[in-house]
């Protein structure tokens, strides 16, 4: 069956720092991935999408992911964060309009 | 505004009244997609409607909750008879008709519902 995995519920990272918040996901073909991001008392906003193709993508405020087939892996990363960077993070698989499933979420820290 | 509108923003009901939350998708979006987060919780999907048409509804409660995408007008979650539980923020998401649709949802900010 689908799914997605989120390894790791809260991460505190130093601002300035290197972040990268892991996604496992288990799916027969290559699926659509995301990355959605929720600030404190807000709706979530796409980060980033992976479709095909370049398996390095790039997204909004200076985060990036690498779909990696042989690991079923879409790591989100990015290379300095702000204190802005302070969310909820969450993976998410789809194959379509009727089948979404969601990671259950990292929650990130920042640390002055 | 061409986003996801969701209103009210914020909603306070006693024990026993009724909750109606409502959802107007983005423009040319016909797939709306309710999901429930409880405090310090992740997403959970509720319900998947397009027009006129329940298509999925697996995560809805059996009881006192409905949806409804009517052909003309908004979205509409409508909780009966709420208890404490039912106290979340409810996000509304949509995305686009046919081949165009690859998942990718498009959120409101959400409706917060206090249960007394």
């Known amino acids: 069956a689908q799914s997605v995995t989120q390894p790791d519920i809260h991460i505190t990272v130093s601002e300035g720092a290197s972040l990268e918040l892991r996604c496992n996901y288990s799916?027969?073909?290559?699926?659509?991935l995301f990355w959605y991001v929720q600030s404190p008392g807000q709706g979530l906003q796409l980060l980033l999408k992976?479709?095909?193709?370049?398996?390095l993508v790039q997204g909004i405020k200076g985060f990036e992911a690498e779909f990696k087939r042989s690991q079923s892996s879409f790591n989100l990363r990015k290379p300095s964060v702000h204190w802005s960077d302070a969310a909820e993070y969450f993976c998410?698989?789809?194959?379509?309009?009727?089948?979404?499933?969601f990671g259950s979420g990292t929650r990130l820290s920042i640390r002055p | 505004n061409a986003g996801v509108m969701q209103n009210p923003r914020h909603l306070v009901r006693r024990r026993g009244q009724e909750a109606r939350l409502r959802c107007s998708p983005m423009k040319g979006h016909s797939h709306v997609y309710w999901y429930r987060q409880l405090p310090e919780e992740g997403l959970k999907f509720m319900v998947y409607?397009?027009?006129?048409?329940?298509?999925?509804e697996s995560g809805m409660p059996k009881e006192r909750f409905s949806a409804e995408f009517p052909k003309e007008g908004p979205s509409i979650l409508r909780i009966q008879q709420v208890v404490r539980g039912d106290s979340a923020a409810y996000f509304c998401a949509s995305s686009p008709p046919g081949l165009q649709n690859t998942g990718e949802l498009f959120f409101g900010e959400g409706s917060r519902l206090t249960v007394l």
């Open positions: 409607l397009q027009k006129e048409n329940i298509i999925d």
């Open positions: 992976y479709f095909s193709g370049d398996t």
């Open positions: 998410v698989l789809s194959e379509g309009a009727s089948k979404i499933i």
């Open positions: 799916y027969g073909a290559t699926p659509y």
